[in-house]
């Protein structure tokens, strides 16, 4: 069966700093990666998306970037933090095979919680 | 600018009643529409929708999605308190699978 993983779970970190955020995929190969932020009390916002290695496509000019060293890996990165960088990041994943079953279905990582102050 | 809009935001309720959640939605070349819950962390997934008219259930959830309104309806009869939760309504448009997502409908279901 396929799982999914992100860490940290949780994080507080000063205005400025670094970030790097893993996501990791087991139990499938070539999946379509994606990362999302969710603000409190809102709904999720598209960030950056990866249909294969070396391959991100990013939604929303922001203060992130983001990485797919192996397939089955995404990483989400900031070199200096903002205040507006705070929120749930979830990692989510598709089989990426147009036409199959559960084509659609996104899973959902268990998030990390980023608190920047 | 594709876009999901979901009514109400927030809804309180008794154990025992029937809810209707909203969903409606303004993309470009729309594939499908999910449902999914978010209790405390990760949504986990209800329903995909690509036909209109067609009503998908499991247990007391079932929701329909009409593509000509462009709209779709989450509804759970005899909720319990295991139904407080976000729901997510989210639209797939174009290529990658890429998902479009709503403000969610927090619901609160009361003893």
């Known amino acids: 069966s396929q799982t999914i993983h992100q860490w940290p779970a949780t994080l507080v970190q000063p205005v400025g700093s670094p970030l790097s955020l893993e996501c990791t995929v087991e139990?499938?190969?070539?999946?379509?990666l994606y990362w999302y932020r969710q603000a409190a009390g809102r709904g999720l916002q598209l960030l950056f998306y990866?249909?294969?290695?070396?391959?991100i496509s990013s939604e929303v000019p922001q203060n992130l970037s983001a990485s797919r060293p192996q397939d089955r890996q995404f990483i989400l990165s900031s070199k200096k933090l903002l205040l507006s960088d705070s929120g749930f990041y979830l990692c989510?994943?598709?089989?990426?095979?147009?036409?199959?079953?559960?084509?659609?279905?996104?899973?959902f990582g268990p998030g990390t919680r980023l608190t920047v102050l | 600018e594709d876009k999901v809009v979901q009514s109400p935001l927030s809804l309180v309720v008794h154990e025992g009643d029937t809810v209707t959640l909203n969903c409606s939605y303004e993309?470009?070349?729309?594939?499908?529409l999910l449902w999914y819950k978010q209790e405390k962390k990760a949504p986990t997934f209800l329903f995909m929708l690509?036909?209109?008219?067609i009503e998908k259930k499991s247990g007391r959830l079932s929701s329909i999605l009409d593509k000509k309104e462009l709209f779709s309806i989450l509804n759970i009869t005899a909720t319990q308190t295991g139904d407080s939760a976000i729901y997510l309504c989210?639209?797939?448009?174009?290529?990658?699978?890429?998902?479009?997502f709503g403000q969610g409908t927090r619901l609160t279901i009361n003893p």
């Open positions: 690509t036909s209109s008219g």
């Open positions: 989210a639209v797939e448009f174009g290529g990658a699978q890429k998902l479009v």
């Open positions: 989510a994943w598709t089989k990426g095979l147009a036409g199959g079953p559960g084509y659609n279905e996104q899973f």
């Open positions: 990866s249909v294969g290695i070396g391959q």
């Open positions: 993309v470009t070349n729309f594939r499908s």
């Open positions: 139990g499938t190969s070539n999946p379509n």
